[in-house]
Nanobody
């Protein structure tokens, strides 16, 4: 079983930054495309960004130019640098493979005040 542990969320004001981390308990990141997902209250969980095994990246339009996803295969960790945060970024953020194959972690809450 692979466990995913997200951290780094918090309460920030609009325009500020946060860096999220996702630590995997096993050697998974080298072999899987990894992504960050988010779920706002009352909404479904959606993919925000993906980093492939070759390091290439993909972002949804709402994240382009503001978020940067990266991975450290030696540390089995995936990161999400979020800049210029907006109130609409408020959500619980999760990481998982793309497509999702692991059990979800507890997520990390990001709250952006206006």
């Amino acid at each position: 079983q692979v466990a995913l542990v997200e951290s780094g969320g918090g309460l920030v004001q609009a325009g500020e930054s946060l860096r999220l981390s996702c630590a995997a308990s096993g050697r998974i990141s080298r072999f899987y495309h990894m992504g960050w997902y988010r779920q706002a209250p009352g909404k479904q969980r959606d993919l925000v960004a993906r980093v492939s095994t070759d390091g290439s990246t993909y972002y949804v339009d709402a994240a382009k130019g503001r978020f940067t996803i990266s991975r450290d295969n030696d540390k089995n960790t995936v990161y999400l640098q979020m800049n210029s945060l907006k109130p609409e970024d408020t959500a619980v953020y999760y990481c998982n493979a793309v497509p999702t194959i692991f059990s979800w972690g507890q997520g990390t809450q990001v709250t952006v005040s206006s």
